[in-house]
DNA sequence: GGCTAAGACAAACACTTGTTTGCCTTTGCC
DNA sequence: GGCAAAGGCAAACAAGTGTTTGTCTTAGCC
C-alpha cells in the first residue's frame, strides 16, 4: 500500500454515507465525491459496493470489539465488567466514529451476497458480550439469554433516540445495566 | 372510493415491500408488480413514494395501536397491563402484518420531506407505553424513562433476531416484562 | 534510473429510479 | 340513462444507479 493511499478517506466517507442513508440509500457517487475522487476509483480499491460495505461493517465491529476488549482489562468484578462493556459499546456507537452505527444501521439482508457474513461478523461480538453475562452471579431462575437479547436490544436501539449534548452515552449505559442489576438482588432471594 | 379498490391491496404490497427491503430498497416498480398494476397507475392513489410510505407507516402505528388497546381493556392491575400491552406490540410487530414492522425498519430520516410526521407519529405511540410503565409502583429510585426506553428497545430489536416458529413472541415479550418485575422486587425493599 | 503496478481520470455502459402525460374504461350517482 | 370522476393502461421522461473500459500518471522497489 502506498503512503498517501486514500483507502482510509473512503471508507470513512463509506462509513458516513452507509450510516446516514443505509446501505441503498448511499451511493457510489456520493461516496466518492465525499472522498473528493471520480466514481471509477473506488473500484480500484473495493470490487463492489457490497464489498465496500462489507470492508466497513467489518471495520465498525473490529472497532466495537476493541474499545470493549481494551475498556475490559484488569477489571475483574463481573457487573463492573459488563457495566464497563456497555459503556465501551454505547460510547463507541453514539459518539464515536460512523463505523460503528453501519452495523445497527445495515440489514444483512440488504446485501444478499453477503448477509451470513455480516451475520457472523456480528454474532461474534455478540457472544462476547453473552460471556460477560453468562459470568454474573445471577439466581437460577434467570435466562441468561433474555439478559444478552434485551440488554442488546436496548442498547442498540439506543442511536434511534438518543440527541448529542444531553445524556452521555455512558450515563445512558450505566443506568441499563444498573436496571439490570436490580433485577438481580431481587432475583437471588 | 369504490367498491373494488385495489388501494387496500396497494398498501399491503407497499408494507410488504417496504418492510423487507427499506425505504430505499423498494421501489414503485416492484410494488406495483406485486399488486398487479403499472407503475403509473400507483399516482391514482398516491401523489409520491413519500406519501405512500407515510400511509403504510402510519397504518403501522395505528395497528399496533389497536392491538395493544384491544388487550389492555378491562385489565387494571398495572404489571399484568404492562405485560398485555408488549405481548399485543410483539406478537402484531413480530407475526402481525408487515405494517408495524415498518415503523421499526424505515428510519424518518430516510423520508426528509415526512420525516417530522413520522416521529410524532410513533412519539405518541411511545407515550401510551410509557404511562403504562408511569402506572407502576416502582421505587422513587428508578428513572421511568429509563424503563420505557430500555424495555422499547428491547422489543422493536426483536425483529433483528426473531425466526419464526421457535419461540413464541408472547413468550418473549412475558421473558423481557418478567426480568423488568424482578428489578422492582429489588428495588423496593 | 528504469520498471512495474497501484491509483486515479475520463467517459461511457446498460439499467433502474420516481414520475408524468394522454387516453381509455368503468363505476357510482342524480 | 347520461355524466363526471375515479382508476388504470401504455409509453415515455429525465435523472440517477452500479460498473467497465482504456488511458495516463506516479510512487515504490531492485
Redesign the pocket.
Known amino acids: 500500500?502506498?503512503?498517501?493511499?486514500?483507502?482510509p478517506r473512503v471508507l470513512d466517507c463509506a462509513a458516513r454515507a452507509f450510516r446516514r442513508n443505509g446501505y441503498h440509500g448511499?451511493?457510489?457517487?456520493?461516496i466518492a465525491r465525499a472522498v473528493?475522487?471520480?466514481?471509477?476509483?473506488?473500484?480500484?480499491?473495493f470490487?463492489?459496493?457490497?464489498d465496500l460495505l462489507v470492508a466497513v461493517y467489518e471495520e465498525g465491529v473490529r472497532r466495537l470489539r476493541a474499545g470493549v476488549e481494551h475498556a475490559l482489562s484488569r477489571e475483574t468484578d463481573p457487573w463492573r465488567r459488563l457495566e464497563i462493556a456497555c459503556v465501551a459499546h454505547l460510547e463507541t456507537l453514539l459518539d464515536g466514529s460512523d463505523y460503528a452505527q453501519v452495523m445497527v444501521r445495515v440489514q444483512p439482508q440488504d446485501v444478499p451476497q453477503a448477509a451470513r457474513r455480516l451475520v457472523a461478523v456480528r454474532d461474534g461480538y455478540e457472544r462476547l458480550v453473552g460471556r460477560l453475562i453468562d459470568a454474573l452471579p445471577l439466581g437460577a431462575a434467570i435466562d441468561r439469554g433474555d439478559v444478552r437479547l434485551m440488554l442488546l436490544g436496548a442498547l442498540n436501539w439506543a442511536p434511534t433516540w438518543y440527541r448529542r449534548g444531553k445524556r452521555s452515552p455512558s450515563d445512558i449505559a450505566r443506568a441499563f445495566v444498573e436496571l439490570l442489576r436490580m433485577e438481580l438482588r431481587g432475583a437471588l432471594r
Chains 1, 2 share one sequence.
Request: glycine share 8%; aromatic share 4%; with cysteine.
Open positions: 500500500m502506498r503512503a498517501d493511499s486514500r483507502l448511499a451511493s457510489m457517487r456520493e473528493g475522487m471520480l466514481p471509477g476509483s473506488l473500484y480500484c480499491h470490487a463492489s459496493k457490497e
